[in-house]
């Protein structure tokens, strides 16, 4: 190899002697190193040499191209353990970090949805560090299974539903879905209203799931308008299922009509076929609360008859992914009978952190729940913050505007479309620099921020921001005054 690069070398540029190339150190050269060997023990063997390698072809590369004289070759060799540790670190970092949100979109799907709760965090460490009683009833010493874990909690949570509901956990919402389809209607048909064939972010589209689960989409009404006896003259033999879907990232306005979820549960009563909702969200507290109207509560659906919900475990309930599958015990048992679900069933770290995210409901601990704890922020404690925020800004150049201005947060993760909640941002704009530069330079920091930018300017909503965290967000704005 070295022979075949010493002639290119020297058809490029007709000057670099192959006495260049035996200047520059072999990998175990390199490796022989102090410092590469201080890097051998915090990094290991094969990294170490991966690293030292793309070094040398880095150089050769540039021997070659007759970018380096003897000097310079000496020098690089020289800072070679050092760009070998820069590599090193470089490689074995995490991908994944924490980030700072200030876009004020509480469920951001591409920021990992809701935050786990302190106590959610620590039953997880707890749990997950060592053994637990995942499988196993303590009483007896007999197996046992998972699910009991959150099932028992959501039928409290749910008492009011008038029976006794049963729950099981899946990897997702999509999975959920997919899982009940399969169960429930496979080789038969599932009635779905066209104003209802949504797709929901990252490709999970209704028509889609229906086909992988084998059932039939069996399509009624129009976009904008159907009515309950589109779904009645639908239903036939092959019926194993009326669909709701909730529409998530959407509204429909004007000429519209949907049959209400009692007249649906009436029609599938008297027909004999069970009523599944995919609620997406699936909201346990009441968002009225905040100002939010019109967003489907679990225990509604449950209560007018819908047979059996899913819902995502990290949307609006604020806990890990997950996927709930909730209402009639019959129906959720033919569902947990499926050999799908051994497939897309979660592990303790989920059980620890949803467990953990109920108890507090049932405690009606909101603010430990941070989703909710930033929904329940109101306009008044945000504005405080900010103004906190930029009295403590020690900004001398003009070339930066700070100010504080009226915005609107959303709760975003397919909930509430179109619902906001009113909050104040500290608005961060530069005539030099275009906005774009500045969101930029906010999220290559050590401690990324995401910023929303509208009007020519970067919005940092601190409802989303934990408080612990203004000071960080505080030294950011300063540092784009002080770099641009
Ligand atoms: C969000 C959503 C899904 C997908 O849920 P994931 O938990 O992201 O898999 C499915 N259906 C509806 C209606 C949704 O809003």
Request: aromatic share 4%; glycine share 8%.
């Amino acid at each position: 190899m070295d022979e075949i690069l010493e002639s290119d070398g020297w058809r490029l540029s007709g000057k670099v002697s192959s006495e260049l190339f035996r200047r520059l150190p072999s990998v175990d050269e390199l490796l022989r190193d102090e410092a590469v060997q201080a890097a051998v023990a915090r990094h290991g063997h094969g990294a170490t040499v991966d690293a030292a390698r793309s070094v040398i072809n880095g150089l050769r590369a540039r021997v070659t191209s007759g970018e380096l004289n003897e000097d310079a070759i000496a020098a690089a060799v020289h800072a070679a353990p050092l760009e070998i540790e820069q590599r090193l670190r470089d490689a074995m970092a995490y991908s994944l970090r924490s980030v700072i949100n200030a876009t004020g979109v509480i469920l951001h799907t591409n920021l990992g949805r809701a935050p786990l709760s302190e106590e959610a965090l620590e039953h997880v460490r707890e749990v997950s560090r060592g053994y637990s009683n995942l499988e196993i009833d303590l009483a007896s010493g007999a197996r046992g299974e998972r699910d009991v874990i959150v099932d028992r909690l959501f039928a409290k949570l749910f008492a009011s539903v008038g029976y006794t509901i049963a729950t099981i956990v899946v990897n997702n919402n999509a999975a959920a879905v997919l899982l009940t389809l399969n169960a429930l209607a496979e080789g038969g048909e599932v009635i779905v209203s066209r104003g209802e064939l949504v797709e929901i972010g990252g490709s999970f589209r209704i028509p889609d799931v229906m086909a992988k689960s084998g059932a039939v989409l069996r399509e009624v009404g129009t976009t904008n308008r159907t009515r309950i006896s589109d779904y009645e003259q639908a239903i036939n033999e092959k019926t194993k299922l009326l669909l709701r879907v909730h529409r998530s990232n959407f509204e429909i306005t004007g000429f519209t009509e949907q049959p209400s979820l009692e007249e649906l549960s009436a029609l599938a009563r008297k027909r004999k076929v069970p009523l599944m909702e995919d609620l997406g969200s699936g909201d346990i507290f009441d968002l009225r609360t905040v100002g939010v109207h019109g967003e489907p509560t679990i225990a509604a659906s449950l209560r007018v008859g819908v047979d059996i919900v899913t819902f995502s475990g990290d949307k609006l309930l604020g806990g890990p992914q997950a996927g709930l599958i909730a209402g009639n015990p019959e129906l959720v048992k033919k569902v947990r009978k499926n050999p799908l679900f051994r497939a897309l069933r979660v592990d303790k770290m989920f059980y620890a952190a949803l467990e953990a995210t109920l108890l507090a409901y049932l405690r009606e601990d909101y603010d430990s729940i941070p989703a909710l704890r930033m929904m329940r922020l109101t306009e008044e404690q945000i504005g405080e913050r900010a103004e906190h925020l930029t009295r403590k800004l020690h900004i001398s150049t003009p070339r930066l505007n700070v100010e504080i201005v009226k915005t609107q947060s959303v709760i975003g993760g397919g909930s509430a479309p179109g619902a906001t909640l009113p909050s104040r941002a500290v608005a961060v704009s530069s005539p030099g620099v275009s906005a774009d530069e500045l969101a930029r330079q906010l999220r290559v920091r050590e401690t990324p921020i995401i910023a929303r930018v509208e009007d020519g300017k970067v919005l940092l909503d601190l409802r989303t921001v934990d408080p612990e965290q203004d000071e960080v967000v505080l030294r950011a704005v300063e540092q784009l005054a002080t770099s641009n």
